[in-house]
């Protein structure tokens, strides 16, 4: 298929080629033709009708006389594409209708007359060199747009300007953005901008990571995950582009003392872990919410139901034993939910990791506060150490 059009392209420039040289040709010889008789003709004529008794007849004997001279013609182009021929319209007095089919008009004055000489220039074309030259052109024309680079994009002069102001030379430079060019659209514009300002690469890998068929419909909003995915992932482009593309998913490994969010592992302390855990089986199994105790009435149910669940999960024997002798308080389950909020978003920033964090409302007579993971119920998993009474009631 390239290759057609290739021959497509080079027959085409060829015939522009050809037809280019024939207007050539025809305009040069025009132009010498009127330059040299400019010159030379006006004093010519004028020694002629010295002493010229009958004018008429003297002009008419010039005017064939120069035909003879002039026919037939060579090409100024110093090449054969045109056959040119001359024929003298008019020689005489001056007048404005003997000019009104020539080619170029040559104005002059004889003992203060006006005399005008009228000429048209008739060329036909030269079939065999004229192709020729429009062939050997159109080669040579497609030879130089194929091997010369083709002009810089807006996109890649900004870039090689950026890259020279960091002190790359121009060559070096034009050469680093020369991939900026097919397919590059303004998502990977966008990305790439975000990745010399965010990450300390060289350039050629970060134009690389932009130029990835992944990032071509990657969304602006994604940016700050496929980002966090980079840096948390071994600078693993594919990975971090499969991350950025997933949707918000909260997977708690308690065996492994992790949560997994996008594919990032993000550890936790065990207790805060296992709070979590808790939260996230009450919202997989139903509603989610949990109402913080009364501030002066810790909850000894929930406390117990709880502290069970940390015994199969392997939780600290103090955050067990507190919640054994003193029950489920408002002020733990707050410090908590804060300490998990404090590690997520030391990982993954305030805007990604709200997704993962609580929402809360006031309920009941007393407008305590109740919370649940913001999450819905199909986008949370929970892995136990063991399922031996570990799901609390």
């Known amino acids: 298929m390239k290759g057609i059009r290739l021959v497509v392209l080079a027959t085409v420039l060829s015939l522009f080629m050809a037809a280019l040289s024939w207007f050539t040709a025809v305009f040069s010889t025009t132009h010498e033709l009127e330059r040299r008789l400019g010159r030379i003709l006006p004093p010519a004529v004028d020694q002629a009708l010295i002493n010229g008794d009958d004018r008429d007849a003297a002009m008419e004997h010039i005017r064939r006389r120069l035909e003879q001279y002039l026919n037939p013609l060579p090409s100024a182009t110093g090449w054969a594409a045109a056959e040119c021929a001359v024929s003298v319209d008019y020689l005489g007095t001056a007048a404005d209708s003997a000019s009104d089919h ?10 203060n ?6 000429l048209s220039l008739h060329c036909s074309p030269r079939a065999l060199p004229l192709a020729l030259r429009g062939l050997g052109l159109g080669v040579l024309t497609l030879a130089a747009l194929l091997w010369l680079p083709a002009p810089l994009t807006r996109k890649q002069r900004f ?25 590059f659209n303004a998502a990977q514009a966008h990305l790439l901008e975000t990745l010399v300002k965010e990450v300390d690469r060289p350039f050629e890998t970060l134009r690389d990571w932009a130029l990835m068929p992944q990032s071509a419909d990657l969304p602006a909003n994604r940016h700050a995950a496929f980002l966090l995915a980079l840096r948390r992932l071994d600078y693993d482009p594919v990975a971090a582009h499969a991350s950025a593309r997933s949707e918000d998913h909260l997977h708690v490994d308690l065996a492994n003392g992790q ?34 105790p009364p501030s002066n009435r810790p909850d000894r149910e929930q406390g117990e139901q709880l502290a069970r669940f940390m ?7 103090k955050a067990i034993n507190d919640l054994l002798d003193h029950g489920l308080r408002a002020k733990t389950l707050d410090q908590n939910r804060n300490r998990i909020k404090e590690e997520l978003v030391a990982v993954l920033g305030e805007a990604l990791a709200a997704p993962y964090l609580f929402v809360s409302e006031r309920h009941g007579a007393q407008a305590r506060s109740r919370y649940r993971l913001t999450l819905p119920p199909t986008a949370v998993t929970v892995d136990l150490i063991s399922t031996t009474d570990a799901e609390p009631a």
């Open 102 to 111: 020539a080619d170029f008009d040559i104005r002059w004055r004889h003992q």
């Open 113 to 118: 007359q006006p005399l005008q000489a009228s």
């Open 159 to 183: 870039w090689r300007q950026k890259l020279m102001e960091e002190g790359l030379p121009r060559r070096q430079a034009a050469r680093l953005v020369a991939p900026l060019r097919s397919g």
């Open 259 to 292: 949560v997994r969010v996008r594919g990032i592992a993000i550890p936790l302390p065990r207790t805060p872990l296992l709070y979590y855990a808790w939260y996230a089986l009450r919202r997989r199994d139903g509603d989610g919410w949990l109402l913080n």
């Open 311 to 317: 015994q199969t999960q392997q939780g600290h024997p």
